[in-house]
């Protein structure tokens, strides 16, 4: 069964940190490269982080980079986001994201991910 399971969400304050962890069943998670996306209420789903199969290869969106981690445990099967620095323009629910099985490179684009959480709400207040 396909399943991805964030967790690690929570409010807190303006310059505070929080770590996101993603929970994939191996099916999920083997050979894929993963993401983390975020949406508010009213705007579309966007771009957060990505990494690649190996861990070798990750890209953020210019809104985080600099302040998000991205990392990934394949032997655990769970793909971590470290969120320093946090803004309150951070705040969204923030959604873990997998490509098909064997799809190893990394993408920003959500149509190109095929596995997606339930989301984890991630509030920052000033």
């Known amino acids: 069964q396909v399943q991805l399971v964030e967790s690690g969400g929570g409010l807190v304050q303006a310059g505070d940190s929080l770590r996101l962890s993603c929970a994939a069943s191996a099916r999920t998670f083997s050979g894929s490269a993963m993401g983390w996306f975020r949406q508010s209420p009213g705007k579309e789903r966007e771009f957060v982080a990505a990494?690649?199969?190996?861990?070798?290869?990750?890209y953020y969106a210019d809104s985080v980079k600099g302040r998000f981690t991205i990392s990934r445990d394949n032997a655990q099967n769970t793909v971590d986001l470290q969120m320093n620095g946090l803004k309150t323009e951070d705040t969204a629910a923030y959604y873990c994201a997998a490509r098909a099985a064997g799809r190893w490179s990394i993408s920003i684009r959500n149509y190109e991910y095929a596995y997606w959480g339930q989301g984890t709400q991630v509030t920052v207040s000033s």
């Open positions: 990494i690649s199969w190996s861990g070798g290869i990750t």
